[in-house]
């Protein structure tokens, strides 16, 4: 099993409508991440946690909010999508400190029509 | 606030022939510093790490980076290219305190 998951890996949805994208992670960390991915942009922080009650913005966290349920678990909102949100998702782990190494999950493609 | 440039978007080169991916970074106290790799549908890959020590890193694949403090870069160097190599290339910086923010990516296209 994947220590990042992701889901739905795939996902078309319409101008308005709430979507939400979920995280789970096996590897015990602390520190959980979601980017966003777009050519010729690189990577993009949207929001991040590093720990169950911390959740900071990130660079572009407008039109977004996130939760985080568990040490495991930090799920991604789009409340009402929009086409510019159409972009592939990520998903990262890491244990922090000197243990900066990220884990990625496979990512979500979203579309937004 | 932290950034990371990485000037050339796309990279060519033959194969057997050596790579030199560049990356500038911006941080306010020594950084943590990645390279990663990322080939067509698939996740990002951690190819090496830089936080203290010695300021030549290798890394999985045959790949090395180089920490300049004088310079704010670690550039990515590998002797000799493989068909294998071709992907996209993300130099990224942060971790203690800090989020991890990525630079825009440089595809690498390998000829033979």
């Known amino acids: 099993d994947a220590d990042v998951t992701q889901t739905p890996r795939n996902r078309i949805t319409k101008t308005g409508k709430r979507i939400m994208l979920e995280c789970s992670q096996t590897?015990?960390?602390?520190?959980m991440y979601w980017y966003r991915q777009d050519p010729g942009l690189g990577l993009r922080l949207i929001y991040y946690s590093f720990d169950v009650k911390d959740i900071n913005k990130g660079e572009i966290s407008d039109g977004y909010s996130v939760s985080r349920q568990a040490q495991a678990k930090f799920s991604l909102s789009l409340e009402s999508a929009i086409p510019n949100q159409t972009a592939l998702y990520f998903c990262?782990?890491?244990?922090?400190?000197?243990?900066?190494?990220?884990?990625f999950g496979s990512g979500t493609q979203l579309s937004v029509l | 606030a932290q950034s990371v440039t990485q000037p050339d978007i796309h990279i060519t080169v033959s194969e057997g022939a050596s790579l030199e991916l560049r990356c500038n970074y911006s941080y306010g106290a020594t950084p943590y510093l990645f390279w990663y790799v990322q080939s067509p549908g698939q996740g990002l890959q951690l190819l090496l790490k830089?936080?203290?020590?010695?300021?030549l890193v290798q890394g999985i694949k045959g790949f090395e980076a180089e920490f300049k403090r004088s310079q704010s870069s670690f550039n990515l160097r590998k002797p000799s290219v493989h068909w294998s190599d071709a992907a996209e290339y993300f130099c990224a910086v942060g971790g203690g305190y800090q989020k991890v923010t990525f630079g825009i990516g440089t595809k690498l296209q390998v000829i033979p």
């Open positions: 590897k015990g960390h602390d520190r």
């Open positions: 990262a782990t890491s244990g922090g400190q000197h243990n900066e190494k990220l884990f």
């Open positions: 830089y936080f203290s020590g010695d300021t």
